[in-house]
């Protein structure tokens, strides 16, 4: 049996050292919002050299959000109405550059009343950095940089709502290659893939400034556009097939492509699925045309 004398660990101290070992940066605050203390993390996050630099300040005297009022609004019912406010998104200012954070903040109680609050927070910065550097690779069409298929889904469902919001109407264009397959029979898959890197450049140069262009798969191509006159879409519709079509020397080789272009306009089928079974439909009736006339 030990015959050691236990050893009385104060709350405070013990409260201390959960402080300066949880990896987040952690503070308080009396009932005007005013800073009594931090850990380390929190000092060492914004280059602080001192809790003193914070003690008896707000957010607002330490000038470190571009917008400091839902800030002080979400401290405000914490102390006023005693919630516990978890994960709230936002933005900071830290040694010049703007950072991402979450926070949360609950009352701070002594003798049954509120006095205060007690709050942490985590960077999210490289978090959202990474997630949007894989939002943007899993929305663009590896070979040409075009929006995908995928990315498709999504903005198509926008310009959707959008039309429902304010009938804002919108036409889509689907382009494919004539004969492609041939093209990539006879001269490799090497030589087509630089071909559609090549038509790829020449219909973003074509679009219109507020049209969305996207490699819908293979060598078909879709293009969104919200027109204010209907008068728009014949022009950009010749405009894009030219753009296609124009020659090109691709590894010293002179192709002349053949395309076939359809159009459809959203108000017309009120379904996104309609709207490209319609294009879709319009530009096989120009594919079959360029073979009858072949």
């Not at 429902?164 to 990539?184: C, P, R, S, W, Y």
């Not at 053949?258 to 879709?280: F, K, N």
């Amino acid at each position: 049996m030990s015959d050691k004398t236990p050893i009385r660990i104060k709350e405070s101290d013990a409260l201390k050292c959960l402080a300066g070992l949880v990896p987040v940066g952690i503070f308080w605050k009396d009932a005007d919002r005013r800073f009594l203390g931090c850990n380390q993390m929190f000092l060492d996050y914004y280059g602080l050299s001192s809790v003193n630099d914070i003690i008896g300040k707000t957010d607002e005297d330490m000038g470190w959000h571009i917008d400091p009022e839902p800030y002080r609004s979400v401290e405000l019912q914490v102390i006023e109405c005693g919630e516990t406010i978890k994960n709230v998104p936002g933005q900071c200012i830290v040694k010049g550059k703007v950072r991402d954070i979450r926070a949360s903040k609950m009352p701070l109680y002594m003798d049954g009343r509120i006095v205060g609050l007690v709050g942490y927070f985590v960077d999210l910065t490289e978090e959202i950095a990474r997630i949007e550097r894989l939002t943007e690779l899993s929305n663009t069409d590896e070979l040409t940089g075009l929006l995908n298929r995928r990315a498709y889904a999504e903005i198509a469902q926008k310009f959707e709502s959008q039309f429902q919001k304010d009938n804002t109407d919108f036409v889509l264009f689907m382009i494919d290659l004539d004969e492609f397959k041939a093209i990539n029979d006879e001269y490799g898959h090497e030589f087509g893939n630089t071909l559609l890197k090549s038509v790829s450049r020449s219909l973003t140069d074509a679009s219109a400034a507020d049209s969305v262009l996207f490699r819908y798969g293979g060598d078909e191509f879709v293009i969104l556009h919200q027109y204010r006159s209907k008068s728009e879409i014949g022009k950009i519709q010749k405009r894009l097939l030219a753009a296609a079509e124009s020659p090109r020397n691709i590894e010293g080789t002179s192709i002349h492509l053949r395309a076939s272009i359809g159009h459809a306009v959203y108000s017309e089928t009120q379904y996104m699925t309609s709207l490209i079974e319609q294009a879709d439909k319009a530009m096989y009736r120009m594919k079959d045309e360029h073979r009858q006339n072949k």
